[in-house]
T-cell receptor
Framework: GAVVSQHPSRVICKSGTSVKIECRSL??????MFWYRQFPKKSLMLMAT?????????EQGVEKDKFLINHASLTLSTLTVTSAHPEDSSFYIC??????????FGQGTRLTVV | AQSVTQLGSHVSVSEGALVLLRCNYS??????LFWYVQYPNQGLQLLLK??????LVKGINGFEAEFKKSETSFHLTKPSAHMSDAAEYFC???????????FGKGTKLSVKP
């Protein structure tokens, strides 16, 4: 199947700093990318959907200015958590799809804000 | 609106026993249905999916699921559990046109020796 690479797999940052998470499609053109957040012992919650070259569409309750999503190319989307706080600590997962085909998931990023 | 309900947040079976993980969905349109597996601190791996072809879907690692429209169910089964099956399992539904997935809360499967 297609490969989606997410980097870094783990990151620890200080409160107040920003951290960027990358999501790359390695062998297909990701026209759409999705960003999910997973809380401990809870399901994955969709944060936003981004189409290449367009602004991301955020789900209700997700702060656009805090979670900046850029999808500037067909192989790369980034999620930047700005001014991170401990409550932003979570597992973030991206997925990508080409057209209307199946979406493939990245390995996830464990963010810890101290 | 679409939703997924997974009955049982934790299922424990003995090695070699039948695995049954339950999933019921709600959708106003014909759905696509998925089962994913997640190992600790990893992303999601697709086990199988239903996309309106055969109602009995076979996936990887010996898993299969049956789409039952009358029961709005898509339960996951495996005849004989292996220790390596211990993981978190998520059922998901998507609107065929929209593509983003709505996930259930997950079921943690434990396999006892």
């Amino acid at each position: 199947g297609a490969v989606v690479s997410q980097h870094p797999s783990r990151v620890i940052c200080k409160s107040g700093t920003s951290v960027k998470i990358e999501c790359r499609s390695l062998d297909f053109q990701a026209t759409t990318m999705f960003w999910y957040r997973q809380f401990p012992k809870k399901s994955l919650m969709l944060m936003a959907t981004s189409n290449e070259g367009s602004k991301a569409t955020y789900e209700q309750g997700v702060e656009k200015d805090k979670f900046l999503i850029n999808h500037a190319s067909l192989t790369l989307s980034t999620l930047t958590v700005t001014s991170a706080h401990p409550e932003d600590s979570s597992f973030y997962i991206c997925s990508a799809r080409e057209g209307r085909s199946e979406a493939f998931f990245g390995q996830g990023t464990r963010l810890t804000v101290v | 609106a679409q939703s997924v309900t997974q009955l049982g947040s934790h299922v424990s079976v003995s090695e070699g026993a039948l695995v049954l993980l339950r999933c019921n969905y709600s959708s106003s349109v014909p759905p696509y249905l998925f089962w994913y597996v997640q190992y600790p601190n990893q992303g999601l791996q697709l086990l199988l999916k239903y996309t309106s072809a055969a109602t009995l879907v076979k996936g990887i690692n010996g898993f299969e699921a049956e789409f039952k429209k009358s029961e709005t169910s898509f339960h996951l089964t495996k005849p004989s559990a292996h220790m390596s099956d211990a993981a978190e399992y998520f059922c998901a539904v998507s609107d065929r046109g929209q593509g983003n997935l709505i996930f259930g809360k997950g079921t943690k499967l434990s396999v006892k020796p």
